[in-house]
């Protein structure tokens, strides 16, 4: 198996031999973060291989003068190495082996010069965001796909929106495209800002975060300052300030910006018009759990659940890690049970299997499928928020719906069940999509609207001590 430090010295070899006085038409060192962020500053390709592949070039000046000088006769004059021989008293043999030491060593610094730029990048992750809680996505291949074609700079969607219910993997799925776009070298500069106010423990505990103010405009501002103004004021200035100074620096160069958890904010009307103040270059990423359908510069994408193989997947991934032997080997009827009352929401079957080696499957399920345990502080998370930012209409069609089939029912059905006017039930399910506690599917003749399964069990047993 060949190394990446001898594909790297055979793609430098490649790019050197492209390189003439002349033309300067030389060939991508593709790949690296080194071109790539040169390439996201506007620079041509051909351009950015010539810079990287010059300031490699005058490190080997100084400290291997010879082997640089030989480099730059080759490749850069073009001359045959029958020329170069007649120059030098060295035999054509011994500087095909002095050529080849020399690229080599000018691989091994473009590539430290690529280590030291990728460990910035990831300290600076680090410093920014929470440390991950995953180890490796189950079932994020596709949807990755899809938001990198949507994060792409400098053509819209400039405002991208993941939303679902709770626990089903905003958040995780935010960090990983961060992540992998600054490491790609796709954005030189993000900033981060989460609005969350609570936490769920895989013990079952609902842990909330008291020393995170709500975020306004105000604290969002604040936020930026220290992540985008460089050299910002060391003496407080005014809000109006700070804000023209924020929004300076969004216009002037391009950065992603994440805001976690939107729907906490309490004042939209303030937030929204700002982001579109800054948006183009720089482009946001967004996560709430209620679709911003209204907003017509918002492009919204609703996070899926996993797919049943995917959540078996899922808990064997949790298992192994977590040293939970019950699980390690979990079957696909024992994935399927834990299924049929979770779904396929991440942070209920990371819930589930944890559980399970304290208490038993039998008794975790029948925790989620009555409300006890930890299945009622998981209810409380994921549902209680919603619940109560409801209006009466849409609390009465979100009761009825456990009493439809697995695959959901139409308008006419609910409104039977409801026996409210067709145009408040109509209204409802529009309110219970937005906000991601109903799902719809079918045609543009016929819709027809069903439950997530954590959502079924919930309405069925937890939500009468609420009303």
Known sequence: MVSDQEDLTRQIHTTLRSWRAESKKLTPL??????EQRLFAGESEENATFMVLQNAMSELELVAPERASLLRQRFEIGKKMQQVVRDETWSERSLYLKQREAIKHLADIIARQE???????????????????????????????????????????????????GGIGKTTLADALVRQLVLRGTYDRFAWV????????????????????ALTLETLVQSLVTQVVENPSPTPLPHHELRDSVQQSLLAQQHLLVIDNLETVPDMNHLLPFLRQI?????????SRVQLLNE???????????SPEEALELIRQEAKLRNIAALVDCDVET???????????????????????????????GDLTHAAGSGEQLYRYLYEWSWQHLPESCRAVLLAMPLLTDEGGTLVDLVGMTELPAPQVRQ??????????????????????SIHNLTRAFLQEEIAKWL
Request: charged share 15%.
């Open 30 to 35: 593709r790949g690296l973060l080194l071109v």
């Open 115 to 165: 280590k030291q730029l990728t460990q910035q990048r990831r300290n600076l992750l680090a410093s920014r965001l929470p440390y991950p809680a995953y180890t490796q996505l189950v079932g994020a291949v596709t949807k990755l796909e899809t938001l990198f074609d949507l994060l792409r700079p400098d053509v819209p969607p400039f405002m991208v929106a993941l939303s679902g219910m």
């Open 296 to 306: 017509g510069d918002v492009y919204s994408y609703v996070v899926p659940a996993l």
């Open 194 to 213: 989460s609005a969350q106010q609570a936490t769920f423990s895989l013990g079952g505990r609902i842990m909330t975060l008291s020393d995170r103010p």
């Open 335 to 365: 994935g399927e049970r834990i299924y049929g009352v979770v779904g396929g929401n991440p942070l209920a079957l990371r819930l589930v299997a944890g559980q399970v080696h304290l208490h038993g499957m039998d008794a975790v399920l």
């Open 428 to 449: 409802a399910l529009q309110e219970l999509v937005t906000q991601n506690l109903i799902n719809v599917q079918g045609d543009a003749t016929l819709r027809t609207y």
């Open 279 to 287: 948006v183009g270059p720089t482009k946001i990423l967004l996560t």
